[in-house]
């Protein structure tokens, strides 16, 4: 069974920093590309970052120079540090993975980041 724990979201000041961690089960974590995706309410669900299995990184405009993602393989965990955040990246953060090869992706259940002015 995959699972995707999202953790680490809150309720922070602007300019403040947090960190998500999205612990990975039941898949070849290794294997996988993985990402933060957020969804805001009355909007779609959109990127973040992505992190390839070699370490390549995506991100969205918004968050650049803001938003660090980064994976550990030996602990089947990714990782978004966010710092100096704004009200505009209150959201829910999903987790996701994906084999490239095969097109099969995952979702995590979500976690709240709120971000007060």
């Known amino acids: 069974q995959v699972q995707l724990v999202e953790s680490g979201g809150g309720l922070v000041q602007a300019g403040e920093s947090l960190r998500l961690s999205c612990a990975a089960s039941?898949?070849?974590?290794?294997?996988?590309?993985m990402g933060w995706y957020r969804q805001a309410p009355g909007t779609q669900r959109e990127l973040v970052a992505t992190?390839?299995?070699?370490?390549?990184?995506v991100y969205a405009d918004s968050v650049k120079g803001r938003f660090t993602i980064s994976r550990d393989n030996a602990k089947n965990t990714v990782y978004l540090q966010m710092n100096s955040l704004k009200p505009e990246d209150t959201a829910v953060y999903y987790c996701?993975?994906?084999?490239?090869?095969?097109?099969?992706?995952?979702w995590g259940q979500g976690t709240q980041v709120t971000v007060s002015s």
């Open positions: 996701n993975s994906k084999n490239l090869i095969t097109k099969i992706e995952y």
């Open positions: 992190i390839s299995r070699g370490g390549n990184t």
């Open positions: 039941g898949i070849i974590f290794s294997i996988n590309a």
